[in-house]
């Protein structure tokens, strides 16, 4: 059971009523932007055990905002390794100092854990695909969620992409295309979004 009760509008605290992929009414002249701050009824919450029979980051799958019956898509993201720097944290003074090995995770970045849980929910909420903006691995990483959860991506990106990226976007199976400018990207993104809304 989740202990995720809403999201409301970061701008002007309006509650989006579980329309997560939708812009703020109030806001939505100014931006598609989905800026929103989520709520927790945390009062029964418990962390759970190292054992469980969830994998990875859906250890924690109570604290995010999916139903019990919603699909996860995961390829082996979390639990990545820790090491501990011993020479670095003497220098420090710090007799504790580790450091997360995210290079481990599927696609070899820490943004697959929000890729999973974003592409599970939209996959629960019936979303006819993916886009995003990106010159990195942000976009590889919702390249290969999505390309697991069977639906489209479209990344818009700019010329500063490394061509590695773009070819390991491209790899995952997403359209990817070069926008004039980091402006651009997002004006086309956004007449994307809202067509695709419009026609249900
Ligand atoms: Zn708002």
Redesign the pocket.
């Known amino acids: 059971m989740s202990w995720y009760k809403e999201a409301v509008?970061m701008?002007?605290?309006?509650p989006l009523d579980g329309k997560f992929y939708d812009a703020?009414?109030?806001?939505a002249e100014e931006s598609v932007n989905v800026n929103y701050r989520t709520i927790y009824d945390l009062s029964s919450a418990k962390l759970p055990a190292a054992e469980t029979t969830q994998p990875g980051i859906y250890r924690f799958r109570d604290f995010y905002p999916l139903e019990d019956s919603d699909p996860v898509v995961s390829i082996g993201e979390g639990n990545t390794p820790l090491h501990r720097l011993e020479r670095m944290g003497k220098q420090l003074g710090l007799e504790q100092l580790w450091m997360k090995d995210e290079s481990k995770n599927p696609t070899m970045s820490h943004k697959d854990r929000l890729c999973s849980l974003i592409i599970s929910k939209a996959l629960a909420e019936k979303a006819p695909g993916i886009t995003i903006s990106s010159t990195g691995n942000q976009g590889a990483a919702a390249a290969a969620y999505a390309a697991v959860a069977g639906l489209p991506c479209v990344i818009f990106t700019t010329s500063n992409v490394s061509p590695s990226m773009k070819t390991l976007m491209q790899a995952y199976g997403a359209s990817v295309f070069v926008t004039p400018s980091m402006a651009d990207r997002g004006v086309i993104m956004e007449k994307l979004v809202r067509e695709l809304s419009s026609s249900g």
């Not at 701008?11 to 309006?14: L, Y």
């Not at 703020?24 to 806001?27: A, G, N, V």
């Open positions: 509008c701008r002007c605290g309006r703020c009414p109030k806001c």
